[in-house]
T-cell receptor
Framework: AQKITQTQPGMFVQEKEAVTLDCTYD???????LFWYKQPSSGEMIFLIY??????QNATEGRYSLNFQKARKSANLVISASQLGDSAMYFC????????????FGAGTQVVVTP | KAGVTQTPRYLIKTRGQQVTLSCSPI?????VSWYQQTPGQGLQFLFE???????NKGNFPGRFSGRQFSNSRSEMNVSTLELGDSALYLC???????????????FGPGTRLTVL
C-alpha cells in the first residue's frame, strides 16, 4: 500500500504567489519523520524541511513551512513568495521507526512558476 | 564541506553486462543509502549501509548489491543488466546519530544508467 500520497501531479503558480503542496501519509508508528525534497531538472534531490511526529510546532525554513496535521496524517508544504527558481519536482518522504536509512517517497508534484 | 559525489554521472550498458556505481558521502557521514528512480516506479529504496554493514534492504532482486568501505564510501553493483534497470540511481548520506528520526539524508547528483 502506498505510504505517501501526493495527489497533485502538477501545478502552475505565479511568481511571488504562495503555493501549497499536499502530502498525506500512512503509518501506525508513533515515532516518524517527514521530509520534503526538491528535485530540479538536473536530477539532484535537495532537502528542504523536516517535521518530526512529536514536534509540536510546524517546521519552517526560510520561505518553506510545513503545515503538519497529525490527526489527519497530512504534512503539506507551503512555499511563500514563489520564485522562478522554485520550478521543480517536489517530493514528500517519510521515515518510520527503525527503518534505518530508508525514506519512502511520494510520487511527487511538478511545480512550474510563471512570470 | 563538499557534498555527496557520485561517479560516473552517465553510463550506457547493454543487457547482460554488469555495472558498478560509486558514492562518496559528505565528510563525517556514516550512513549511505541508495535509491532507484524511474518514471514508472518513482523513487524506490535499494539498501542502506552503515559502518560497512548493510543495515536495511528494499525489495530488489539479488542482482542488486552494494558495499561500504571503511572510509564510508559506498558502491552498488548491478549484475546481468536488464532493460528495466535503466534509471537514475541516487545515493544519499547522513550522520545517522543514534535515535535520530530527523537524520537528514543529503543526496548526490545521481548516476543515469541506460541499458540498451
Amino acid at each position: 500500500a502506498q505510504k505517501i500520497t501526493q495527489t497533485q501531479p502538477g501545478m502552475f503558480v505565479q511568481e511571488k504567489e504562495a503555493v501549497t503542496l499536499d502530502c498525506t501519509y500512512d503509518t501506525s508508528d508513533q515515532s516518524y519523520g517527514l521530509f520534503w525534497y526538491k528535485q530540479p531538472s538536473s536530477g539532484e534531490m535537495i532537502f528542504l524541511i523536516y517535521q518530526g511526529s512529536y514536534d509540536e510546532q510546524n517546521a519552517t525554513e526560510g520561505r518553506y513551512s510545513l503545515n503538519f496535521q497529525k490527526a489527519r496524517k497530512s504534512a503539506n508544504l507551503v512555499i511563500s513568495a514563489s520564485q522562478l527558481g522554485d520550478s521543480a519536482m517536489y517530493f514528500c518522504a517519510m521515515r518510520e521507526a527503525d527503518s534505518w536509512g530508508k525514506l519512502q517517497f511520494g510520487a511527487g508534484t511538478q511545480v512550474v512558476v510563471t512570470p | 564541506k563538499a557534498g555527496v559525489t557520485q561517479t560516473p554521472r552517465y553510463l550506457i550498458k547493454t543487457r547482460g553486462q554488469q555495472v558498478t556505481l560509486s558514492c562518496s558521502p559528505i565528510s563525517g557521514h556514516r550512513s549511505v543509502s541508495w535509491y532507484q528512480q524511474t518514471p514508472g516506479q518513482g523513487l524506490q529504496f535499494l539498501f542502506e549501509y552503515f559502518s560497512e554493514t548493510q543495515r536495511n534492504k528494499g525489495n530488489f532482486p539479488g542482482r542488486f548489491s552494494g558495499r561500504q568501505f571503511s572510509n564510508s564510501r559506498s558502491e552498488m553493483n548491478v549484475s546481468t543488466l536488464e532493460l528495466g534497470d535503466s534509471a537514475l540511481y541516487l545515493c544519499a548520506s547522513s550522520l545517522s546519530l543514534a535515535g535520530g528520526m530527523g537524520d537528514t539524508q543529503y543526496f548526490g547528483p545521481g548516476t543515469r544508467l541506460t541499458v540498451l
